[in-house]
Structures are given as C-alpha cells and as structure tokens.
C-alpha cells in the first residue's frame, strides 16, 4: 500500500468501516511510514477532542488574528 491509497481510505479506517484485509495492509503500511502513522493519530486525537466536547484554550495571539482575518473576509464580503 502506498501513502496515497492509505489517505483515500483513512475515513473508513478510523471509523472501522474498512475491508478487513485492507486494515492489516493500513496497518502494515503505517507501522513502517511515520508520516501516515502521525497524520492518522492526529486525526484519532481530533476525533476524540470532538466526542468528548473538551474546549481548546487557543493562546490569545492566535485567537486575537483569528478574528482580526475573520473580521477582515467579512467586511470585504459585506461592505
């Protein structure tokens, strides 16, 4: 299995959807591949933040130009 054929089934994986022949080819293919064992944990801890509904303190510098662009996009579509 390649990187590309494991991201065209992640969404079937991480909800147990998947073929099992083709979980124990993920699987494989993960255990030797750091980067699609990274982009599938992160989408596991996404998935689990979300369930249980824990808020996400994001630091003021980033909220704070989070809302200037925020406010920005939505002036140039409304004004």
Do not use: S
Request: hydrophobic letters at 35%; charged letters at 30%.
């Amino acid at each position: 299995m390649k990187c590309e054929e494991l991201l065209k089934l992640l969404n079937e994986y991480v909800d147990g959807t998947v073929d099992p022949g083709l979980c124990e080819e993920f699987e494989k293919h993960m255990a030797a591949c750091n980067p699609c064992q990274v982009v599938v944990d992160n989408i596991r801890r996404t998935i689990t933040l979300y369930r249980n509904g824990q808020p996400c303190e994001m630091p003021l510098e980033f909220r704070e130009r989070l809302h200037a662009v925020v406010r920005q996009k939505w002036q140039e579509q409304h004004l």
